[in-house]
């Protein structure tokens, strides 16, 4: 698992089985770097060995477990938003579909003579009456009043 680990010691053995071989004394010439000589532990039992791997692995779980509560709870606060987002657009569009037809349909009563519509369901024209008072909700002098009405008839 951590390969870096051998690599010290195992670069140390050969270094002591090189100067072995050639008989040279173990003190440093220029040419070569110096000699790391590192104390061995004694070698750890098969338990030893197996309580520091658990204690490892409890370590990185608990990392781990610390980063999927994050997690979670990032996902949880963004399933809430857009759950949100949701609800911000389909309830405006329920509450017109229910209170806007009335409406519509309450200025199209109003303004159907302005628009050449029907006013009855007889298929009367605008009468007389209607213009009239169509002509003072206006805010023109009398005068110009009058002159609408005879264009109108």
């Given at each position: 698992?951590?390969?870096?680990?051998?690599?010290?010691?195992?670069?140390?053995?050969?270094?002591?089985?090189?100067?072995?071989?050639?008989?040279?004394?173990?003190?440093?010439?220029?040419?070569?770097?110096?000699?790391?000589?590192?104390?061995?532990?004694?070698?750890?039992?098969?338990?030893?060995?197996?309580?520091?791997?658990?204690?490892?692995?409890?370590?990185?779980?608990?990392?781990?477990?610390?980063?999927?509560?994050?997690?979670?709870?990032?996902?949880?606060?963004?399933?809430?938003?857009?759950?949100?987002?949701?609800?911000?657009?389909?309830?405006?569009?329920?509450?017109?579909?229910?209170?806007?037809?009335?409406?519509?349909?309450?200025?199209?009563?109003?303004?159907?003579?302005?628009l050449g519509g029907k006013?009855?369901?007889?298929?009367?024209?605008?009468?007389?009456?209607?213009?009239?008072?169509?002509?003072?909700?206006?805010?023109?002098?009398?005068?110009?009043?009058?002159?609408?009405?005879?264009?109108?008839?």
């Amino acid at each position: 698992m951590f390969r870096h680990k051998n690599t010290v010691e195992q670069k140390v053995t050969e270094n002591k089985k090189m100067v072995d071989e050639k008989n040279l004394p173990l003190e440093n010439t220029k040419d070569e770097a110096p000699l790391v000589v590192e104390k061995k532990s004694p070698p750890k039992t098969d338990t030893e060995v197996l309580k520091e791997l658990l204690e490892k692995n409890l370590k990185w779980s608990q990392i781990i477990y610390e980063q999927n509560r994050k997690i979670n709870n990032k996902l949880m606060w963004s399933s809430i938003a857009n759950w949100f987002r949701i609800f911000l657009i389909v309830i405006p569009l329920i509450l017109a579909i229910l209170f806007l037809p009335p409406i519509v349909q309450n200025l199209f009563n109003t303004y159907s003579g302005l628009l050449g519509g029907k006013i009855n369901s007889n298929n009367v024209a605008p009468s007389i009456n209607s213009i009239d008072q169509l002509l003072k909700t206006l805010p023109i002098d009398p005068a110009k009043q009058e002159q609408l009405k005879a264009l109108l008839k």
